[in-house]
């Protein structure tokens, strides 16, 4: 297909990657420095303040996993400049995250609590924060080919009408991307248990499929392991809007993969957080136990730099790093939420082929927009939203899938 965008307007940043935002980041490395992390932030309303909710005695894996996720942050394109504040006593220190962006080519600094007061910490982080503002302040968009541009795709609050209007849309929707040359990394490997064979069929190679399949093992037997029904992984609102089984809620999810070979399959544990090397369709396989957020922020971490959102029943789900376009196919949820939902699909018009490339095409054409800074939905109405994914009771790591490496992925 010949594509009418080929280009989007992104940051060019020092080490080659593209953001397709330029946003100052202030870290609470723990939650006991949130509120200093708040107030500094008073004086910049644009700046995002982050924070996680693992406490001190989380060691181990379940540490590192989040360690890596907060240090994918700061490196992230779309961040601009870093702020670190931290208390002092906290296991994941300023000290810590310091050590890993230490190399970093962008703007950051940092401060402690503990050094002298909440008070003149936050008067210092003032001064900080202004100054790392004034650095980006320079940076200018630019001309980017679309093979820097990584998009996300993800689903919540799902209803029959996912799978039979937007997610079929936004599949078409990824096809053009992957033709125009981007990326796209997809996730939630629960909703693609009893559709195994559908997408080993669509791998780049055998290799990539083995690794589907093992990541799709993986999942049954995490849920087997908790004694739970594969069923549990539907909500009542999946069930109230109309999907009845796990292998019903897949076969619509699978869709918004879009119809392109698999390239690879990208871990993201406590051992390694892997990216795709080159431009294509990527199956991410996330260890732990989150949210449709902390889903997001895992293909964050992988590079993403947008996503786009299914719902069916109606999500208000944003993110913090990146800007989350939001489309359904329920006329009544978009009527009810309209300063939610970025794009309706209307499934009256799906009587032919032509409709859904239609679709597909005005998402793409969306995206692009989206991509060269005209906000979403969630970002005008400032739903920051973030969570990081670690280890803990509800996730199990296979030792047979780190074996096996994925190729074309670090």
């Keep these: 297909m010949n594509h009418p965008i080929k280009e989007f307007l992104g940051y060019p940043r020092a080490d080659g990657l593209v953001g397709t935002r330029n946003k100052v980041l202030i870290l609470a490395t723990v939650h006991c420095s949130f509120i200093p992390a708040r107030e500094i932030a008073k004086i910049a309303p644009k700046a995002i303040v982050l924070t996680h909710y693992w406490n001190c005695r989380s060691t181990g894996e379940g540490q590192e996993m989040v360690v890596d996720g907060l240090v994918e942050m700061c490196k992230h394109p779309n961040i601009g400049a870093v702020l670190l504040v931290g208390l002092g006593c906290e296991e994941i220190s300023v000290s810590l995250i310091s050590e890993r962006i230490s190399g970093c080519t962008k703007p950051w600094d940092a401060i402690v609590c503990q050094e002298a007061g909440s008070a003149q910490a936050i008067e210092k982080g003032r001064r900080l924060l202004t100054r790392l503002i004034s650095k980006t302040s320079v940076e200018k968009r630019e001309r980017m080919n679309l093979s820097h541009l990584k998009v996300a795709v993800q689903c919540g ?25 981007a ?35 993986d999942e049954r037997k995490r849920w087997r392991t908790l004694h739970r029904s594969f069923n549990s992984h539907e909500n009542h609102g999946n069930v109230k809007g109309g999907l009845s089984t796990i292998e019903e809620k897949s076969c619509g999810a699978v869709l918004k993969s879009g119809s392109k070979k698999v390239q690879g399959v990208l871990e993201y544990s406590s051992e390694r957080i892997e990216k795709p090397m080159k431009p294509g369709l990527y199956l991410q396989n996330q260890d732990g136990y989150g949210s449709d957020v902390g889903s997001i922020t895992a293909m964050v971490a992988a590079g993403a730099q947008m996503a786009v959102f299914t719902t069916g029943s109606g999500s208000i789900v944003g993110h913090a790093i990146i800007p989350v376009f939001k489309v359904t196919a329920n006329d009544d949820t ?43 939905k969630a970002e005008v109405l400032g739903q920051n939203d973030f969570a990081v994914l670690r280890i803990d009771s509800m996730s199990g790591i296979s030792e047979s899938r780190r074996k096996i490496k994925p190729p074309k992925c670090i």
């Design 157 to 181: 609050a799902s209803d029959f009408s996912n799978g039979l209007f937007s997610n079929p849309a936004v599949g078409r929707t990824v096809d053009n991307l992957i033709e125009a040359g």
């Design 183 to 217: 990326t796209v990394i997809f996730s939630e490997v629960a909703e693609l248990i009893g559709v195994e064979d559908l997408l080993e069929k669509r791998a780049a190679n055998r290799s990539v499929a083995r690794e589907i399949r093992l990541a799709i093992e």
């Design 334 to 376: 978009y009527n009810r939420m309209a300063d939610n939902i970025d794009y309706f699909v209307s499934p009256g018009d799906y009587l032919s082929k032509d409709s859904i490339d239609k679709d597909g095409m005005e998402i793409f054409k969306s995206l692009m927009k989206i991509a060269s800074g005209e906000q979403t």
